[in-house]
């Protein structure tokens, strides 16, 4: 398997332009994750999807982010506009479902996005 | 809310020699995982090992092994026979059992420079 793919890996962008970050997931997971890292904060969570179905997107900052998954091999994450504290680096995350009891199920991430707003 | 910390956020070891990375949580819940991720410059996130809070023997993958103190709500991570290429920022991160997935929540990190 591939692993996780983001697109693009770097990304360089001028205030105010719309950003789009791409993931396709490990083809069978259910789960997709959107994170992001920064000096400041760290790793945290923007929001997640399970079967493209948005589930918590109680981290994503304000208005100006959005995500969607419109199919399971797919998902975008949108800034618009963008600005210079929204640089970052972006990962994807997918995970499966997995039957049985208490399965320990690690997320496998994307290389991740570099965005720099200038 | 879980938070993970991480107290050191520099490690220096020797090649060959071993090295504990420290990390604690806080939780109310019972059953939950624990994981340790590595990224390399690189900034790919590569898991490195897994635990679950059910489970009493600590976990093991090759030179990576932990020491899971549940009371203490401790799980340190130690590697044996420290390799160049062991040289990264290593992440702990707690995810609670609660449905079949739900978000990590990582410390802040400890960078693991490894010396000749």
Redesign the interface.
């Known amino acids: 398997d591939a692993g996780v793919i983001q697109s693009p890996r770097h990304e360089v962008t001028e205030m105010g332009q719309e950003v789009t970050l791409r993931c396709k997931p490990i083809s069978g997971h ?2 997709l ?1 959107w ?1 992001r890292q920064t000096m400041m904060r ?4 923007l929001i ?1 999807f ?1 079967n493209n179905v948005p589930i ?1 997107d109680s ?1 994503m900052p304000e208005d100006r982010f959005s995500a969607k998954m419109p199919n399971a091999s797919f998902s975008t994450l949108k800034i618009q506009p963008s600005e210079p504290r929204d640089s970052a ?1 972006y ?1 994807c ?1 997918s ?1 499966p ?2 039957a049985g009891p ?8 994307g ?2 996005t ?1 965005l720099l707003v200038l | 809310a879980q938070t993970v910390t991480q107290s050191q956020p520099e490690m220096s070891v020797q090649e060959a020699e071993t090295v504990t990375l420290s990390c604690t949580y806080d939780t109310s819940e019972s059953d939950y995982y624990l994981f340790w991720y590595k990224q390399p410059p690189s900034r790919q996130m590569i898991l490195v090992i897994r635990q679950e809070a059910y489970k009493q023997q600590n976990a093991t993958e090759n030179r990576f092994s932990v020491n899971f103190q549940k009371a203490a709500k401790s799980f340190s991570l130690k590697i044996s026979d420290s390799q160049l290429g062991d040289a990264a920022m290593y992440f702990c991160a707690y995810r609670s059992s609660t449905g079949t997935a739900s978000k990590l929540t990582f410390g802040t990190g400890t960078r693991l420079q490894v010396t000749l």
């Open positions: 259910d789960y994750f994170y760290g790793l945290e969570l997640y399970n918590d981290g680096v990962f995350a995970t479902w997995v208490k399965p320990v199920i690690p997320q496998y991430f290389p991740g570099r």
